[in-house]
């Protein structure tokens, strides 16, 4: 459960910062306006299926295996 939770609350610059992207590499791989990322990484205010996604995306988490479903 620890890891599910640190998975969907890890903010946005951690996960940038865990794939070595600047915001404007982030930003282009993701089609993410830069302002929006900015404004995720100064309030916090990424929606969850964002960031689970992202993560997904970048490898850094599994959620389904997380969570045990079967593919």
Same mark, same amino acid.
Request: hydrophobic share 45%.
């Given at each position: 459960?620890?890891?599910?939770?640190?998975?969907?609350?890890? *903010?946005?610059?951690?996960?940038?910062?865990?794939?070595?992207?600047?915001?404007? /590499?982030?930003?282009?791989?993701? /089609?993410? *306006?830069?302002?929006?990322?900015?404004?995720?990484?100064?309030?916090?205010?990424? *929606? =969850?299926?964002?960031?689970?996604?992202?993560?997904? /995306?970048?490898?850094?988490?599994?959620? *389904? /295996?997380?969570?045990? =479903?079967?593919?």
């Amino acid at each position: 459960l620890q890891e599910i939770y640190n998975t969907i609350n890890r *903010p946005i610059s951690d996960i940038r910062a865990a794939c070595g992207l600047t915001q404007q /590499a982030f930003s282009d791989r993701f /089609a993410v *306006p830069i302002r929006t990322v900015q404004n995720w990484e100064s309030r916090d205010c990424c *929606p =969850v299926y964002v960031r689970v996604l992202i993560q997904q /995306a970048l490898g850094l988490a599994d959620l *389904p /295996a997380m969570l045990g =479903v079967i593919s």
